[in-house]
């Protein structure tokens, strides 16, 4: 499979679409923080996509953010969420922990379960490396919240 964008990557989406491979397609403002979509509305624009192409968002999410920001984080991955619900495309949720913040396995497992408390179930998760403990933990989150995630 491949991630592939349509800004710089239309040919090769055309030229694979329709020839079995697992294709990811970018949505956010690259480095948006809070989150923004590159190209606007996610409804409008997943109304031409291919229905196998998943729709991967990256929001760089923490647990600890300011009150007002997590919320509009939070708010605009659900409307990407219910967005895909609504279209039928797969979304991978790609979640990484600002530079600028502290950083561990236990906070990556404190935004995978907000998520999964706000009712947003991605059909595939993208993370940074965890540790063995880590990613046992994050197995065990799945597997009792999202069992049919990918």
């Not at 990556?108 to 063995?132: E, M, Q, V």
Request: net charge negative.
């Amino acid at each position: 499979g491949l991630l592939c964008d349509g800004t710089f990557g239309q040919d090769a989406l055309n030229a694979i679409t329709g020839e079995g491979w697992w294709i990811g397609r970018p949505i956010e403002l690259p480095g948006s923080r809070p989150l923004e979509m590159e190209h606007g509305n996610i409804g409008t624009q997943l109304i031409s996509w291919p229905q196998e192409h998943v729709v991967k968002c990256l929001v760089f999410f923490h647990p600890e953010d300011a009150h007002g920001l997590r919320l509009e984080q939070e708010q605009k991955i659900a409307e990407v969420y219910h967005a895909c619900c609504q279209s039928g495309h797969e979304l991978l949720l790609e979640v990484i922990l600002p530079a600028s913040m502290p950083r561990s396995d236990e906070l990556y497992l404190r935004a995978i379960s907000r998520f999964y408390n706000l009712g947003i179930y991605p059909d595939w998760w993208k993370l940074p490396p965890l540790t063995s403990d880590g990613w046992t933990a994050l197995s065990e989150i799945i597997q009792r919240r999202d069992p049919h995630c990918h």
